[in-house]
């Protein structure tokens, strides 16, 4: 069964600062993978989708990379602002009618 | 504005009771998911619907069930049956399956048994 891991779990940084979440899947047989934010009670906003034949996706500074031999994605944040605090959930595809989620990363942005 | 609807937002339930939660798209879109989300667990897969009159049973169905009468509609009751119903419950939907297509996500159902 796939299972998808993100660490750091917690995540500070002052604003400004560029900063990298990683995700991490034990299965590379996947079809694709999305990057979702998470406002606390909220529901999930998709943020990025790649595709199992795509290496990156891009949206304003956000970029989002996969690496399926290695089992690995990257969301990279761009120029932090507070308005990115949030958890981060990366889920990845397995063309089975299902997605498995990560736990998430949980990312403030220190003003 | 298109988007999904869950209803209501909080609600209680007294061990024994059957609750329903609603969750409505207008997005037109043919496939629906029920998902629950507990405190650092990842969210894990209750049920979900590719087309009207049809759905599945994901990773955690024991003491749920759903239907499936529009296409617009996914109602989720969580039974007596369940035994740990406390937890935050989000519906979303997506133009078709889970592999190739972004979800969208509705702003959740928290459920607390006194």
């Known amino acids: 069964k796939q299972e998808v891991t993100q660490i750091p779990a917690a995540l500070s940084v002052p604003e400004g600062e560029n900063l990298v979440l990683n995700c991490s899947f034990t299965?590379?047989?996947?079809?694709?993978l999305q990057w979702f934010r998470q406002d606390p009670g909220k529901g999930l906003t998709s943020l990025l989708l790649i595709q199992s034949s795509q290496r990156e996706q891009t949206s304003g500074r956000l970029n989002a990379s996969l690496d399926k031999s290695s089992g690995r994605s990257t969301l990279y944040i761009a120029a932090s602002q507070p308005g990115d605090s949030a958890t981060y959930l990366c889920?990845?595809?397995?063309?089975?009618?299902?997605?498995?989620f990560g736990t998430g990363t949980r990312l403030t942005v220190i003003p | 504005d298109g988007g999904i609807t869950q209803s209501p937002k909080y609600l209680f339930r007294k061990e024994g009771q059957n609750v329903t939660l609603s969750c409505e798209q207008n997005?037109?879109?043919?496939?629906m998911y029920w998902y629950r989300q507990d405190p650092g667990q990842g969210l894990r897969l209750i049920y979900y619907?590719?087309?009207?009159?049809?759905?599945q049973k994901g990773d955690i169905a024991e003491g749920y069930s759903v239907s499936r009468e529009k296409k617009e509609s996914f109602p989720l009751t969580v039974t007596s049956a369940q035994k740990n119903p406390t937890a935050f419950y989000l519906c979303?939907?997506?133009?078709?399956?889970?592999?190739?297509?972004?979800?969208?996500f509705g702003a959740g159902s928290r459920l607390t048994v006194l």
């Open positions: 979303a939907s997506s133009v078709t399956g889970l592999g190739a297509n972004v979800l969208t």
């Open positions: 299965d590379s047989a996947i079809y694709n």
């Open positions: 997005l037109n879109h043919d496939a």
């Open positions: 889920a990845v595809g397995t063309g089975a009618n299902n997605l498995f």
């Open positions: 619907s590719q087309i009207v009159n049809d759905f």
